[in-house]
């Protein structure tokens, strides 16, 4: 039995869902509110007149990427060829690899997946263009490429003045096509202050894709495509005139980092990891079950400027304030009614990187578990 619930109807919520569990530690899907967030995301992408292309890292499931197809999705966005892969296998066309493909043993796979798929990549520069060129002619087939443009985040991407120069290139090419341009605006995230700054960078990181593909299509070339991404700017992002695409992924389930971005609320959370308190050795602390290879390492700022690993859906002010590998310690009051047996669910702070260490998740729905779903692109880093 496990100690008084307190909290928010959405802790009490997640917190039922603890209770289904034999087993710990579990992800466990609520697949009403998964339903709901596909279809309110949808919904928002259709009335903006804006394609909607979830990224699949979040999940890494056909189950999931086929709900957000039926909704309206026009694709998936993977990172890694073995995510898009998976994604071919279950009989997903119009995949987006958004990651440069360099490497022959990578460029065949890519080849091969062109020939069953249709096929896109991102990429920043003239060698992976070239790289990509020769294998699809090799292999007798094509794929489009969007040129990737680094708008802030300073990770892949090319940078805005040199854009116009890679997008000649590519159209030189044979047997790839160019598409058009993508950023990805991820530094929003924890360069932004408050929302009204999250709007207006996303609103700045947009405009920078736009005038490349203005000056694109003044140069001659395609750019059908202008594509922006993240759940915590896809509101704003889809807003402005002439984006045609955005590829939020966090959406499909929801986390802590985006409740403290504004994107959701803890009533959108969808997934939460149930574990058991094993130990109380004091009255201020206890362990339970679930350490970095359950939630990740991710400490996302989520209160002032403490860190911690994740919070206790029911105890709002339970957080897990260290973890080695197997082990999470929760900050307790010494009232705490939390004893050793407990089920407890918990808020991650970043459902993606958590999903990827499990093999499988469990689905609940009017308070039972009704399904198992395999994490099938779980660890596909090649």
């Given amino acids: 039995m496990t100690a008084e619930i307190e909290g928010t109807p959405a802790g009490s919520r997640l917190q039922d869902l603890a209770e289904l569990v034999a087993d710990t530690p579990r992800i466990v899907i609520d697949r009403r509110i998964l ?47 073995g995510e898009a892969e998976v994604m071919a296998d279950a009989g997903f066309d119009g995949i987006l690899v958004a990651y440069p493909i360099v490497g022959d043993a990578k460029l065949a796979r890519l080849a091969a997946l062109a020939r069953r798929t249709r096929i896109t990549v991102s990429l920043d520069s003239a060698t992976a263009a070239e790289g990509i060129s020769r294998a699809m002619v090799a292999h007798g087939t094509s794929c ?69 593909a203005a000056r694109m299509r003044a140069d001659g070339l395609a750019a059908p495509v202008v594509s922006v991404g993240s759940s915590g700017t896809a509101r704003f992002g889809m807003a402005v005139p002439g984006i045609t695409e955005v590829r939020p992924g966090t959406y499909v389930f929801n986390d ?35 350490g970095t290879k359950t939630l990740s390492s991710d400490q996302r700022i989520v209160r002032t400027s403490e860190r911690s690993f994740g919070r206790l859906a029911a105890w709002p002010d339970t957080w897990i304030v260290r973890a080695s590998e197997e082990h999470g310690v929760l900050g307790l009051a010494p009232d705490s009614p939390l004893k050793i047996g407990d089920r407890v669910a918990i808020l991650p702070n970043h459902i993606c990187s958590a999903v990827n260490l499990h093999d499988e998740v469990l689905v609940a729905e009017d308070g039972r578990i009704v399904d198992r779903w395999p994490v099938a692109a779980r660890g596909r880093l090649q």
């Fill in 35 to 81: 339903q709901a967030n596909i279809v309110r995301m949808a919904n928002r992408a259709a009335s903006a007149g804006v394609a909607l292309r979830p990224h699949t890292k979040t999940h890494k499931m056909p189950q999931v990427a086929r709900m957000a197809a039926e909704a309206g999705a026009v694709g998936v966005q993977v990172a890694k060829l």
């Fill in 144 to 212: 489009r490429l969007l040129v990737e443009v680094d708008t802030g985040l300073h990770r892949i991407g090319v940078q805005p003045s040199e854009a116009l120069a890679l997008a000649r290139t590519i159209d030189r090419l044979p047997a790839v096509e160019l598409a058009g341009v993508l950023t990805h605006e991820g530094h929003i995230y924890t360069a932004a202050g408050d929302v009204a700054e999250m709007e207006r960078m996303t609103q700045d990181a947009c405009r920078v894709v736009l005038e490349i």
């Fill in 256 to 290: 802590l980092t985006q409740v403290q971005l504004g994107a959701a609320c803890e009533s959108d959370i969808a997934a939460c990891v149930v574990a058991t308190v094993v130990s109380r050795p004091a009255a201020d602390w206890a362990v339970i079950d679930a």
